[in-house]
């Protein structure tokens, strides 16, 4: 559930479940596999709508009817590294906080078909779910 640069509370979360991982293994702890989210998932289109809220862009989208194969919903378990490193994301929400979170907001425009400098912003995104097959 990245929103491309958007959205870095989850990056910082990520950070934390890394910095967390490489404590517990330098203390000893056993090598495993460990899931890193929320514990709820979040549509493509809410997500998207959260990216147009913290951005304050409103960009084009494109939707297309939903491929075969492709899964209705996918939510990571994150019973085990709860338990195993006593992590939890710090910000559950596609929201971030504070709003300086969002990279690029003071490098690009406002307007939805203005180039950014830094990092660039698609002028269109597809609703369609990623192809996990």
């Given at each position: ?15 934390q479940a890394h910095r967390a991982a490489l404590s517990y293994l330098r203390a000893g702890g056993a090598s495993t ?101």
């Open positions: 559930m990245e929103a491309a640069c958007a959205i870095s509370s989850t990056s910082s979360d990520l950070a596999t460990l899931n890193c989210g929320y514990g709820r998932g979040y549509s493509v289109l809410e997500t998207i709508e959260a990216v147009r809220r913290v951005s304050g862009r409103n960009f084009a989208v494109q939707t297309a009817p939903r491929r075969p194969g492709d899964i209705m919903t996918m939510i990571a378990d994150t019973g085990r590294i709860a338990s195993t490193l006593d992590w939890t994301p710090q910000y559950a929400d596609l929201e971030p906080s504070p709003p300086t979170r969002w990279h690029g907001k003071r490098s690009c425009s406002t307007s939805a078909t203005a180039p950014c400098s830094t990092p660039p912003q698609p002028k269109s995104h597809s609703a369609q779910a990623p192809n996990l097959a």
